[in-house]
């Protein structure tokens, strides 16, 4: 499953390097996981793929990324390896906490309370 993407054909200068397969995972607008798989230069840092992929305008900040779900702390340094599964994160919309609340006082469980007789 490999696309031929601009990643692949912006690195043609650089032909000299060995090419490396990469997954890169993310959600789309409609919520839906989205895998696909790469092939970029080896010696290809996490943030020059998504930024050369398209995957972020250029206007926009990077997001928040991951390696087989371990956070890259400095994308800019992280050189990609064969086989990485690169993931995109994205800000929460809800905190998971704040869900659970919600829920618990919709439905309340709570002890039973003593009868009386």
Partial sequence: ????????????????????DVVCARVN?????????????????AAGFVRQCGLVDASQPLPVMGVFSRKISQPEQYMLQQGDRLELYQPLILSPMDVRRARARAHPVGRLKHRQF
Avoid at 4 to 10: A, F, L, T, Y
Avoid at 12 to 19: D, G, H, I, T, V
Avoid at 29 to 45: N, P
């Fill in 1 to 20: 499953m490999s696309n031929q993407s601009q990643v692949e054909k912006g690195n043609e200068a650089n032909s000299s390097l060995p090419m490396i």
């Fill in 29 to 45: 607008q409609m919520g839906q996981a989205e895998v696909k798989s790469y092939q970029v230069a080896q010696g290809t840092t």
